[in-house]
Structure formats: C-alpha cells, structure tokens
C-alpha cells in the first residue's frame, strides 16, 4: 500500500528569518513546503500547483496577505489560510475572517501554536476534499434502483443478487427493519428477466388473515357480501413479474399453507372460487425475524421456509458498515434538497462527524430521516450541527482506548481504538505517520480518532 502523500504547506513572509524558521519546522515534520518572501511570488505559486494550507504574513510590501489571501480561495476553494502578522489589531483581524481566513495568529506566536493550527486546517480541507468526492460519486448514481455502498461485504451480496437474480428461484431476503429489504428484491426484480413486467410488494404484517387472503387471492363475485364483481388479488396482479412478500414472518400459519400450494403448484384458488388459476409469478420474500428460530418453535411452517430460501441475502445494519455513512448522508441530502427546492448542497464536517458515529438502530432509514429533517430545517447552502436533533447533538463518544487486560474479551471497537493510541503515543501524536503505520489515509485516521475520542 502506498503511503499518504505529505501535505502541501505555502508559506509566504517577507522576513525571510522567519520563513525560514516555519519552513524548516515544517520540512522536519514531513510536510512539503513551498516558502516565497513576497505575495506576488505566491501569488504565481497558487496560478501553478495546489496546496493543502497557505500561511501568509499579513503586512508586505505590494501584493499584502489580504490579498493573497483573496485570491487563494478564489483559485483553490478548498484550500485553507492561516494569516500571520506582527500588527495584531481588532480590525485586521475581522477583515481576514471577513475574508474567509480559517485563523489568525499575532506574532510573536509559539511554534507548536502554528503546527497545531496547521494540523486542524489540514483535517478541515482533507474533510471539504472528501466531501466534494462524495458529492461526485452520488452523481454517477443513475439506476433505477440505487443501493449506495462502498463496503465489500454488501457489494459481494449485491454480485451475488446479479447472479441468481436471471435463474427465477426464491429469495429469502433478512435484516433489521430500515435496511432496505425492499430495495433489495427491487434490484434483484431489474436484474431478472422479468425486469419489463410487475414488481408487486404486499406488507404481511399490515393486514388481517381475511383482508392478505383477499388481497393475495382476490374473490370470486358473490364470493362475500359486497363483493359485486370479481377482483383479482396481487399474485394474479404480479403475472409474469415478481411478488415481493415484506415481513412473511407475520403470516398466520393457515395463510402459509394457502402460499405454499401456490409456490409448489403454481396456481392459486380466489376466494370463493372452484376453479384453479394458473400463475407465473417469482417470489421474493422478506424478514427482520430469524425464520430458522421461528420454524424451531412451530410459528412458521419448515416446508415452506425451504420453498421461500432458495438464496438467501442477509443485509448488513448501518453500524457494521460505518464507511458508507457519510456516501448516504450526500445521497439523501441532494434527494431531499431537490424535492424541496432548497439549495442545500454541502455538509458541515463537525454534523458529518456526529452522523458518522451514531449507532442508527432505524438503519439506512433513520440516517435517511434525519437528514430530511436537516435539509428541511437549514437556511443555506450547509447542513450543520444544529440542523440535528438534541438528542444526536449531545452524543458521547465512548472512550474505548483504555489497555486490554489479559482474559478480556473486547469488541472489535475497542481493539481498533486501543491499536490506534498505541500508534498515536509511538508517533509522539504524528498522524501523517501514525496513518501511514496504520495503512490508511489521514481523512479515514481524523475520523476514527474523532470517534473514539482520542483527541
């Protein structure tokens, strides 16, 4: 694995003393410096590569560090400037954060002052750059179906989909509620060759064992009073497409018996009626129940337990795919933008963070919520922290970093939290370092730091 690349630092003052100090501080912490006594050598600097941070005096003869600082954030958006300067006044100071400055340092200043503050503009533009890389990956998103992930385990699950999606079996689809059965025998129906006809989803658990039979079946005219012409139920309505059947667990044990002569016969008998009604239907079945439990203790019949688990695809929670927290949040917030007409486009890193660490037990659904609620209430262009519900925003982030005694069973977390301070302390706090030590990139090391609250 390659190592992360060294970040980029523009260092501009025309006391060349003291650029040569900052220079050297940083060269020796790993950093690739660019150090330039006046604005319009920056200035040429900024028209000719990207950086990561600018720190710019503030005072210089022509071309000043307002300036300079203007025209950073006018070439390169995501880049930070920190502006240094020996005439520390109220106002200059307003007009640089006016600017758009991400710090103001009066001089004489303490070196590791200036480091620390590099190293949080570094975190804020490593966020801003991911950020914007997922906002471009959401807008390769185009199928009808969009299941958004960038973990290995769900995007084995979804070849696996692909592939028995065209051979018309059974599939038994389990996980949590909200996440995202349904979508799931919506990708498997597109990749099928039944993709032009019906897709028709039927919720077991919403209705009566009188009112599913009607709507699975339908009835016969005169089959019951009121009933003055002969319906056709769901299954029919699914001829030649695929019947998906949420929450089958809830079926009564009388309508899985009706099911399974359907599955094992391919005909149906209305309510009713005499005659049999041949179907061609494929059927794709879902539950946040373990069935295999359930068969155990008599509430679901085996027989048609093995008819309906053919393939079986088990969804991931949100929480065991943590990576795709921040790709779904982008997602959700430029649908729901849309859909309100509202211009928000970005998320702030602090309310990023915060969605990153939550637990979601609604799954993909409750990420999806909250930031409905978060597009809807924001004034701007930027979701932020207090777009959040209270309860989100006051969040404790769990210290798992404490060493493991011997005997000891711990989570994975904790492992995790636990190695990466290790890291930490051998790299005297170093995260370009610890980050190459640990074979990620700096944005994945700031995340987990922030969630473990290693800080």
């Not at 009808?144 to 689809?173: E, K, S």
């Not at 439990?293 to 048609?304: K, M, P, T, W």
């Not at 929670?317 to 997602?331: M, N, S, T, V």
């Amino acid at each position: 694995m390659s190592s992360p690349a060294p970040p980029r630092l523009l260092l501009v003052d025309d006391e060349a003393a003291a650029l040569k100090t900052l220079a050297h501080l940083f060269r020796k912490a790993g950093y690739e410096v660019t150090a330039r006594q006046s604005g319009q050598a920056a200035l040429q600097e900024l028209r000719a590569r990207e950086f990561d941070v600018v720190l710019t005096d503030l005072r210089m003869k022509g071309v000043d560090g307002l300036e300079v600082l203007r025209q950073a954030r006018t070439l390169q958006p995501d880049v930070e400037v920190i502006v240094l300067t020996g005439h520390a006044t109220l106002d200059s100071a307003v007009a640089a954060m006016k600017e758009g400055a991400f710090h103001y340092v009066a001089k004489p200043y303490r070196l590791d002052e200036v480091r620390q503050v590099v190293k949080s503009a570094l975190d804020v533009v490593g966020l801003k750059r991911e950020n914007r890389d997922l906002r471009r990956r959401i807008e390769g998103y185009r199928e009808p179906v969009n299941i958004i992930t960038q973990d290995p385990g769900l995007q084995r699950l979804l070849d696996t989909a692909r592939q028995v999606a065209p051979t018309d079996c059974n599939i038994l689809i389990s996980g949590e509620s909200g996440t995202g059965k349904e979508l799931m025998a919506r990708y498997a129906h597109l990749h099928s060759s039944r993709a032009g006809q019906a897709f028709v989803a039927v919720n077991c658990g919403a209705l009566q064992e009188e009112l599913l039979a009607n709507e699975l079946f339908g009835h016969e005219k005169a089959a019951f009073t009121g009933a003055d012409r002969m319906k056709r139920g769901l299954i029919e309505m699914a001829e030649g497409g695929t019947l998906f059947l949420d929450e089958i667990a809830e079926m009564s044990l009388t309508m899985q018996v009706k099911l399974l002569r359907v599955l094992q016969e391919r005909e149906l008998m209305r309510v009713g009626g005499t005659q049999p009604v041949r179907v061609d239907v494929r059927f794709l079945a879902a539950t946040n129940r373990d069935l295999q439990e359930n068969v155990g203790s008599g509430r679901f019949r085996a027989d048609l337990y093995f008819r309906l688990n053919v393939v079986n695809l088990t969804l991931p929670p949100l929480r065991e795919r943590r990576d795709d927290i921040p790709l779904l949040a982008f997602y959700f917030l430029k649908k729901f933008a849309l859909a309100m007409g509202k211009p928000v486009d970005d998320i702030d890193p602090e309310a990023l963070n915060l969605l990153a660490r939550y637990d979601y037990p609604g799954n993909v659904r409750e990420l999806a919520n909250l930031v409905e609620r978060g597009v809807a209430l924001a004034r701007g262009s930027l979701l932020q922290v207090a777009h959040l519900p209270e309860s989100l925003r006051h969040l404790h982030v769990r210290v798992a970093a404490a060493p493991i005694a011997m005997g000891e069973f711990s989570s994975l977390e904790a492992n995790e939290a636990a190695h990466i301070a290790r890291v930490l302390a051998h790299t005297g706090g170093n995260r370009n370092q610890a980050a190459e030590i640990l074979g990620i990139d700096r944005v994945s090391l700031w995340r987990r730091i922030k969630r473990y609250g290693l800080e």
